[in-house]
């Protein structure tokens, strides 16, 4: 009998000393656990932006002439403006672009009497403050139609710094002149949105 006792004792020092252990563990993880959840990646931030990217004629203004004819008129630099969700209203007199490089090429074939485009490329940046700033790249094509000329293209984040310190987007260039049209080769005017969505890590 005292056997069978001492047998019944021993099972449930095994026992507890089983679940001790276990809560010992539980207890050791716990905060791990809770680091692990405090290091998970917070959702990055997406603002769906419409910006407006335009160059007005004015005096001595400065025109592209590495491709078009004479008679076509392109302004080489322009300004950004509009408003960022989140981020605030875009300086517009510190936020510049400018047609950095010009080639033409063919269209086959010939869409209503035109039988060149014209491939560019501008620099820019958008300014929201002075510490906070976006880097484009926008690359178009100009379908040119007798006195006026649609643009079709993309602007790329190239980088940013401040509030836009590691964005991200690809936008699209989007026609907006009174007709419709990107540019008056008349007087060199352009009148293009950038649309599309920035990502912002928080």
Do not use: H
């Amino acid at each position: 009998m005292k056997k069978l006792d001492f047998m019944f004792v021993m099972v449930l020092v095994f026992l507890f000393g089983c679940s001790t252990d276990d809560m010992s563990k539980t207890e050791q993880q716990l905060p791990k656990d809770k680091n692990n959840q405090q290091e998970l990646a917070k959702p990055s931030r997406v603002r769906a932006v419409k910006i407006a990217f335009k160059g007005t004629s004015i005096n001595d203004a400065i025109f592209v002439t590495d491709c078009l004819p004479s008679e076509r008129k392109l302004l080489k630099n322009g300004q950004f403006s509009g408003y960022i969700k989140g981020f605030g209203t875009i300086k517009t007199n510190l936020s510049p672009y400018e047609f950095t490089a010009c080639s033409v090429k063919r269209i086959n074939p010939p869409n209503q009497g035109e039988t060149n485009m014209y491939v560019l490329k501008s620099e820019g940046q958008i300014v929201i403050s002075t510490s906070d700033r976006l880097y484009f790249t926008i690359n178009t094509n100009l379908y040119p139609w007798d006195t006026t000329g649609d643009f079709i293209g993309t602007a790329t984040i190239n980088s940013g710094v401040g509030k836009f310190l590691g964005a991200t987007g690809t936008l699209e260039v989007i026609n907006s002149g009174l007709s419709g049209y990107g540019v008056d080769f008349v007087t060199g005017e352009v009148n293009m949105y950038l649309s599309g969505t920035i990502t912002v890590p928080n």
